[in-house]
């Protein structure tokens, strides 16, 4: 049951939350992967590491975030409090994130307003002055793309010279970062604007906003998609059998399953703290809430159809813009920034489409990263209340306030800290920090997974439950460190080339240590600062395990024949027993004889009882 003046969400909300934990990765990346890696041969990969790797750690955290009524770190702090550190290195990471990702929400606000305040595609003429003697317009698209070469390394693109010309501005190099554009610093400020107002009130608040905003994303998405196979229907055939179109002998490519197992982690952002922050806010009372796996229905589903809404967003434009220029799909068909700020921008242009689908477009975009950032941000500030409980568990005015303070440092700081990514260099320093910042996932992955099965095998849960569960996420935990680690390091030396600087790599390495060597030490100066005793009673109670609960199968709790007429005790995990009154006769109401029953029953050998709480 909630816990009196504790935000909860009902089963919509729950579901919208996990629809945007990622936000937008899947509409401008898992299309172009599954087009390299066999078309509809990678689902097979793809839906494999889902269900035998990705659920089983889902579903733990979803459990424990929604048993405990914690997040990652409160978890963490309950059952192994020395090694909270690892719930804090997960949420650096999920910092670093953040910090980058609203770059991309202040691109898709400039976008959506570019769109619509000017007479016609700014970004489609070669006529500008950010223009060079190599932009070709697409009039006729045969110079530009050519079935031999593709891009021509001689040509660009008036879209690709908008983006890096126009809007950034963009340096030569990660060295020079050249100070600011003025709009892009400015696209930043109003993503960070949205995403306090939305976050300073919390989840509650945030419960709202997914229930009045995710009809309006799905509106747009629905709008797009509509006109895309409708207008160019020749285009949306030509790419669903170029998606669609199985080659399975990419099943056999040992990198197709590393590819779709990543996607699937960063999907349901499975190792950044943010699911036990989503368990945790469920509604316990609710029959759908005791059922611990209809809570990874909601992410499950939406994992699953992601791939399929990308594709029938950009598929007909980018089917189209191929057609037209006489070309394959692989030849215009890439991923990330390019696809959304250039390739996309391009189809819209040489397609004629009308500039309100390009504003629906870049709307829906900024919407879903937008709510994507603030779950984070929830999830980052619900973590620093539960490090500090007796500061934020105030009821009123002291709480709330305690709380807007805890959001706007979150706010500042992230926006402060993403400034030099939208100088004239930040493009490529967003890059290293996307590419370094996930370097030792495996290592994430070790840690975050041996504390969850710490934790849960401490629970009150059925012990057939605990051991099956435990047994499969140990060997799904082992699995995905072994193939990210080989992932991460087999394709190690890839990206520092393209950086063409000699510090990138060495200072990239210190940036994915970073999670570690900050939130390990601090966790463990945390745990034995919040203790009491002497420094070596604060060390014994730091590794015992605060959360262990001793089974009702071992333990002979008092039962209400054992209380006085009138009287329940009560027990729920992670809550002291209370003493409930039920509807009895006043002659037969003894509270004094109820505690006494309590206070004199002897304790089971080895079983520290819980502090007891009268009413």
């Not at 994430?444 to 849960?456: C, E, F, G, H, W």
């Not at 990206?495 to 966790?523: K, R």
């Not at 003493?579 to 002897?602: D, F, R, S, W």
Request: proline letters at 5%; one cysteine or more; a neutral charge.
């Amino acid at each position: 049951m909630a816990e009196q003046g504790r935000a909860s969400w009902h089963i919509v909300q729950f579901a919208l939350a996990s629809l945007f934990a990622t936000g937008l990765g899947d509409i401008w990346r898992t299309p172009y992967f599954m087009y390299r890696y066999g078309g509809a041969a990678f689902l097979v990969p793809y839906y494999m590491t889902l269900f035998l790797l990705v659920l089983p750690i889902l579903f733990i955290q979803l459990r424990l975030g929604a048993s405990c009524r914690l997040g990652i770190l409160g978890v963490f702090s309950k059952y192994i409090p020395i090694l909270k550190g690892v719930g804090m290195a997960a949420l650096i990471l999920t910092f670093f994130i953040v910090i980058y990702w609203s770059v991309l929400i202040g691109y898709s606000l400039f976008y959506m307003v570019t769109s619509m305040t000017e007479d016609s595609y700014q970004w489609a003429s070669c006529a500008n002055s950010w223009n060079t003697n190599r932009c070709l317009r697409l009039e006729s698209p045969r110079p530009i793309y050519n079935s031999s070469n593709g891009f021509s390394a001689a040509t660009t693109t008036p879209e690709e010279e908008y983006f890096n010309n126009y809007f950034l501005q963009q340096s030569s190099s990660i060295d020079q970062p050249g100070g600011f554009n003025l709009p892009v610093p400015l696209s930043l400020l109003g993503a960070w604007v949205l995403v306090f107002l939305a976050s300073f009130g919390g989840a509650r608040i945030l419960g709202y906003i997914l229930s009045a905003l995710s009809p309006l994303i799905v509106g747009l998405l629905l709008a797009v998609i509509i006109h895309g196979h409708v207008t160019y229907e020749r285009g949306a055939t030509e790419m669903q059998k170029f998606f669609y179109y199985p080659n399975y002998y990419n099943v056999l490519n040992i990198q197709t399953w590393l590819t779709a197992l990543t996607i699937n982690i960063w999907r349901v952002s499975l190792f950044l703290g943010i699911l036990p922050t989503l368990g945790k806010y469920t509604r316990g009372k609710d029959t759908w809430a005791g059922i611990p796996f209809v809570l990874c229905l909601f992410p499950l589903f939406v994992t699953i159809v992601f791939p399929h809404v990308g594709m029938a967003v950009i598929g007909p434009y980018i089917g189209n813009l191929a057609y037209e220029a006489g070309v394959d799909v692989n030849e215009v068909m890439n991923s990330g920034t390019s696809l959304a700020f250039i390739t996309m921008p391009t189809a819209f242009a040489a397609s004629g489409t009308p500039r309100i689908i390009a504003f629906l477009f870049f709307a829906a975009l900024a919407l879903m990263a937008l709510l994507n950032q603030i779950i984070f941000v929830t999830t980052i500030v619900d973590s620093i209340v539960e490090l500090f409980p007796s500061r934020f568990q105030d009821p009123g005015k002291r709480r709330f306030v305690t709380k807007l303070v805890c959001t706007t440092v979150v706010c500042v700081v992230s926006f402060l800290l993403g400034l030099p990514l939208v100088t004239r260099g930040g493009l490529y320093l967003f890059n290293w920090i996307d590419t370094y910042s996930v370097k030792l996932i495996c290592l994430m992955a070790l840690l975050v997974v041996t504390v969850l099965i710490v934790a849960y095998v401490r629970t009150r849960f059925h012990i057939v439950e605990k051991i099956l569960i435990s047994i499969w996420v140990g060997i799904a935990g082992l699995v995905i460190v072994v193939a990210t680690g080989v992932s991460t390091f087999q394709f190690h030396g890839k990206f520092e080339y393209s950086f063409a600087s000699h510090w990138t790599a060495g200072l990239g390495w210190c940036l994915a240590a970073a999670p570690f060597v900050i939130g390990l030490p601090l966790g463990v100066v945390h745990a034995i600062l919040v203790e009491e005793g002497s420094l070596g009673q604060r060390l014994q109670q730091t590794v015992r395990v605060h959360g262990e609960e001793p089974s009702t199968d071992d333990v002979a709790y008092p039962l209400m024949h054992q209380a006085a007429p009138g009287v329940q005790y009560q027990y729920a995990a992670g809550q002291p027993p209370q003493y409930i009154v039920m509807n009895a006769p006043p002659g037969n109401l003894n509270m004094g004889q109820a505690v006494q029953t309590m206070e004199t029953k002897p304790k089971e050998s080895g079983v520290d009882y819980p502090e007891q709480t009268k009413l």
